[in-house]
T-cell receptor, first 114, second 111 residues
Framework: KAGVTQTPRYLIKTRGQQVTLSCSPI?????VSWYQQTPGQGLQFLFE???????NKGNFPGRFSGRQFSNSRSEMNVSTLELGDSALYLC?????????????FGNGTRLTVT | SQQGEEDPQALSIQEGENATMNCSYK?????LQWYRQNSGRGLVHLIL?????REKHSGRLRVTLDTSKKSSSLLITASRAADTASYFC???????????FGTGTKLQVIP
């Protein structure tokens, strides 16, 4: 069974630009969560999607958005990039979120904003 | 904000020794999970313990949970160099709540 796939692996962008990150979950997993990981703030929850619906959202500005497609693949978008958005963005899929179902993580997208 | 705080922040031990990491959290939970992260990679699920359980074992891992103290510990016995990684606790408050991660413990096992 293929794991969670995130693309691209690395990304360098300039302040003010926007970026789209992609995540393909494990086959059969309908829940996709996104996390931002930085040395200073640790792992911060961004949002979670289940069957194309956003069920939960973390404390991030509206510049951070996401969506999920009918095949459970998910994308997250960050507009008007700031230097502080530099981070490792991790996607995780699970069969059901909030039911003790383990999260399966991809290897992340390393975003650098210059 | 972090639900869990882990202690110690960093731990360095010799191969063969045991490693203990602690996690404290703030609100009532349905279950608590432990994850491992190798440098620059995604997290890997290690073990889950439900709120009505006190102890759980998986191979060289032993997890305890004390809901009265809102704390958990992860013990890795007979550590190996390959155990070098960061370890995170994650709390699940149930329903459609987000899983919240602790600050992590960075473990170094010296061969």
């Amino acid at each position: 069974k293929a794991g969670v796939t995130q693309t691209p692996r690395y990304l360098i962008k300039t302040r003010g630009q926007q970026v789209t990150l992609s995540c393909s979950p494990i086959s059969g997993h309908r829940s996709v969560s996104w996390y931002q990981q930085t040395p200073g703030q640790g792992l911060q929850f961004l949002f979670e999607y289940f069957s194309e619906t956003q069920r939960n959202k973390g404390n991030f500005p509206g510049r951070f958005s996401g969506r999920q497609f009918s095949n459970s693949r998910s994308e997250m978008n960050v507009s008007t990039l700031e230097l502080g958005d530099s981070a490792l963005y991790l996607c995780a899929s699970s069969f059901l979120l909030g039911e003790g179902s383990p999260l399966h993580f991809g290897n992340g997208t390393r975003l650098t904003v210059t | 904000s972090q639900q869990g705080e882990e202690d110690p922040q960093a731990l360095s031990i010799q191969e063969g020794e045991n490693a203990t990491m602690n996690c404290s959290y703030k609100t009532s939970i349905n279950n608590l999970q432990w994850y491992r992260q190798n440098s620059g990679r995604g997290l890997v699920h290690l073990i889950l313990i439900r709120s009505n359980e006190r102890e759980k074992h998986s191979g060289r891992l032993r997890v305890t949970l004390d809901t009265s103290k809102k704390s958990s510990s992860l013990l890795i016995t007979a550590s190996r160099a390959a155990d070098t990684a960061s370890y995170f606790c994650a709390t699940d408050t149930g329903g459609y709540q987000k899983v919240t991660f602790g600050t992590g413990t960075k473990l170094q096992v010296i061969p």
